[in-house]
């Protein structure tokens, strides 16, 4: 059986962690239970947030915001003072701006802490 059979649902694109990125992987600190992931690149200068994922059941409970909250604390401001946003959706740039990474101006985003760069 697959792993997307037995999870009931495969969440695509899907990504494992390799020698070229890292992962942080989220679990609830009371049940243990899996919540979801952070992919994200080093790089000599910043850090690049590559995806973010959280399981459906536990989404608008906070987890994104305090993985990422956590993600740039401990990694992205280690290597530099900005980091990179890869490809960000309309998702992530509402995340980012609630955590004052980003405004907005009319239709555009505009980086305040962070940049945006595209999927290699």
């Known amino acids: 059986m697959s792993l997307c059979?037995?999870?009931?649902?495969c969440a695509k694109p899907f990504r494992f962690a390799n020698d070229?990125?890292?992962?942080?992987?989220a679990f609830d600190p009371i049940t243990r239970?899996?919540?979801?992931?952070?992919?994200?690149?080093?790089?000599?200068?910043?850090a690049?947030?590559?995806?973010?994922?959280v399981l459906p059941e536990?989404?608008?409970?906070?987890?994104?915001?305090s993985i990422v909250v956590h993600w740039v604390h401990n990694h992205a401001r280690?290597?530099?003072?900005?980091?990179?946003?890869e490809s960000p959706n309309e998702q992530a740039f509402a995340l980012h701006v609630k955590l004052g990474h980003v405004r907005r101006?009319?239709?555009?985003?505009?980086?305040?802490?962070c940049f945006f760069t595209s999927s290699l």
């Open 20 to 25: 070229e990125n890292d992962a942080l992987l």
């Open 33 to 46: 239970a899996y919540i979801g992931y952070l992919l994200w690149y080093k790089g000599d200068e910043f």
């Open 78 to 85: 280690q290597i530099g003072e900005k980091f990179a946003l």
């Open 105 to 113: 101006e009319g239709d555009d985003f505009i980086g305040v802490g």
């Open 5 to 9: 059979a037995s999870w009931g649902y």
């Open 58 to 65: 536990h989404r608008r409970k906070g987890y994104a915001e």
């Open 48 to 53: 690049t947030l590559n995806q973010l994922f």
